[in-house]
């Protein structure tokens, strides 16, 4: 079975710095995607970040230049670097990842349990 599980989050202040990891582990074939979402309270879950297997990328307008995210396909690792963060960037940071099992099936889509990040002083 396959399990996502986050980490890097916390407390920050404005203008600081983390980095979440994401990695995934069970059986797989292969993975095409790998993105991150944030959900803050009271608000829908959105995209922030999303990188496909060839290596291209996708942001949010709101985190363009400030998020980088990358991957290590060795180690089914996705990471999210954000530099300058800002009040509201607080919320709960989900990965996703589009894996196949197995070379017969479409890949699907799981998610981690979330990592919170706050930014506040």
């Known amino acids: 079975q396959v399990q996502l599980v986050e980490s890097g989050g916390g407390l920050v202040q404005p203008g600081g710095s983390l980095r979440l990891s994401c990695a995934a582990s069970g059986t797989m074939f292969s993975i095409d995607a790998m993105g991150w979402y944030r959900q803050a309270p009271e608000k829908e879950r959105e995209l922030v970040a999303r990188i496909i297997s060839g290596g291209s990328t996708e942001y949010a307008d709101s985190v363009k230049g400030r998020f980088t995210i990358s991957r290590d396909n060795a180690k089914n690792t996705v990471y999210l670097q954000m530099n300058s963060l800002k009040p509201e960037d607080t919320a709960v940071y989900y990965c996703?990842?589009?894996?196949?099992?197995?070379?017969?099936?479409?890949?699907?889509?799981?998610w981690g349990k979330g990592t919170l990040v706050t930014v506040s002083s």
């Open positions: 996703k990842m589009e894996i196949k099992v197995n070379r017969f099936y479409a890949a699907k889509d799981y």
